[in-house]
């Protein structure tokens, strides 16, 4: 028994060093989105006399996830070298660091050894049996060739399907051609290279969908740009394309609600546009297809059948405001069949409870930060939130130090140049007649002055509305906002409205959290459709979540916490050609979840598309809940030197604590520890912040720059 024991002691020590002895190294290089990643394998026998039969590795990532050696059979001290490719795709809309690795194998004395890849870190460190890093990244431009597998035009990933070894035919102005190929993930790239020519006036590209799948079908475009289309950006660095196709045998099936005023179930001339009201499409009676939409202003929903006359399509409608004051008719549409290219339209009649309920609400959003020297805008928004005219009069007053140059209104009228808004001693007032389920929007634009303005201060505006129709809650009628004084502003942006610190007994349970997501088209031409993706952090009652208003019609899903906005034929001009007419807003208000203490956090952020370029990803914005303030607990303390030449910054008064700073415009770009009387700064921007420290349960806040 020990003899046996002995040997298989043996075979197991000697079985462990020839797993040792087998050495494979995995290199990657970075790759175009739409492109490759090329790959190195290596894999040396380090023996001095066992030889290894029948290697061959598995790379799951790669185009070629099984590849036998040539030769497969290495002898003691032989090296052998494979190469292969990762494809490359623009899932979730992301460029950045990816991870890979593979698993060799072999025969040695009759047993399989397996060995892992030794990869290369973010550093460039090479780890035994660890994985390789490598990065994705964006060619001068792109693009996907997909087919919308659920019909809404725009590409999911996940769940449309993209089409590998699609073919794009190239040309310019001077007769050269050329062509692309999507990859195995779907995706293309472009750069000059492409066509062997000097600088060429014009690039063009055609989609053969001949190349697709099933090239006997008649493909209809769905979503970007048709054919011909120019594939290189000329006014942006990085251009992103998505091109998504639906067989032209499909139907349309839509879905609108309206407010049924003489109660007949039917539409009639004059019936507005019903909003509050969310659409659920269901495939076969398959609740795995459900997708539920929230139609905005009461737009109209519309989805594609891709299997007219077979499929069975329903369409539930629910209330998701205003539930106690309105009825919905007639709540769902079952087994629907479109027709091939015809439009099936379902209407779901909705009926109001009383006509004493009429609510007016009034929101103030700022667009462009003061400035000394600059204009800054606000927006004014007065909605109609129920049936039936809305009249009354908007006082607006604005900070003293501010002064009122123009009030726009949507049409890009001055109301108080031509007399519809009158003067008053801080601001003016303005009459407003909006009908059911209306919004009344106004830009107001104020100048900020160069001298008695420090960076840092902040303005204070109001507003009030003063009914003269029915409106049962007045607890919405009266606004105010605080705005910070910068030097500069991001145009892209999350803020929460009480600013980056919240005292706690300030903020009880019934309050909500009010979060504004604005955007810019910065580009050069008009923004045909903007897209907006967010998420409500883990903290944040998604029960309560609330839009309060936007810039534009909109509708919106809601995935669990993903937030999806879309504006379509938003038609957004350029800042270049109309600087107001470029911003657009969404607001909304949502209540953390109940047992929120000193200390906590709670972060928002956005990507924001215009059309087909890439994602512009908005600073991540922290709220943090802050213990009580009051004035015994304000430090006085003195910190020089200010403006700060190094990143060391010394106080007095003070030995420890913690400290935060933000930009003045609310965002947190470091925190940190107070040491010995000192701060020690990682490498921030010159510039202007606001320093925040506590101490003791005490605060204080200083006004901080850098040269």
Known sequence: MKYILGLLVFFISLLMNAQADLDFVMDVTNGPIGGYADVTYTITNLSPTDTYSNVSINHPDALIPNIILNPSTIGPGIQVTATGQIPLSGDSYSVGLLITQATATGILNGSMITELSDGIDSMGNRIDDGQSVYFRYESSSYGVIYLDTNGNSIYDDGIDTTIPGAVINLYDDQGNTDSLVTNETGWWYFDNSFINTTLPDYYAAIIDVNSFPSPTNSYHLVDGPASPFTPNGWFASNIRMSHGYVDDNFGTIEASSFLDSNGNGSRDNGEANMPYTSFEFIKDNDPATSEVIFNGFGNTIRRTDFNPGVQLNDINAALTAQQAFYNITTANYDDILTVANQITSTAFAVTEVSSSNRDTSLSLTPMIWPNPGFDSTLEVTINNLHAGNSTGTLQFNHDPIASIIAVYDRNGIDILANGTATVTSNGFSTPYNIMAFGQYDLEVVMATPVTGVQLGDVFTHSASINPT??????????????????????????????????????FSTNDYLEYTIRFQNLGTASAQFVRVLSSLHPSLDESTFEVIATSHGYSYTKNGRQLDFFFDSIQLPPEVVDEPGSNGFIKYRIKPLPGFAVGDEISARAEIFFDYNPAVITETWITTFDTSASIDDIIEIAAYPIPLETNTLFLKNIDTGNAQLYTLDGKEVWNGNVLNGTI???SIKSGFYILKIMSDQKVTTIKLSKN
């Not at 919405?476 to 803020?495: E, G, K």
């Open 469 to 506: 129709s029915t409106d049962s809650n007045t607890s919405n009628n009266n606004t105010t906002v605080n705005v910070t004084v910068v030097a500069s502003y991001d145009p892209n942006d999350v803020t929460e409205a009480r600013g980056p610190s919240i005292p706690i007994d300030t």
């Open 680 to 682: 020690e700064f990682n």
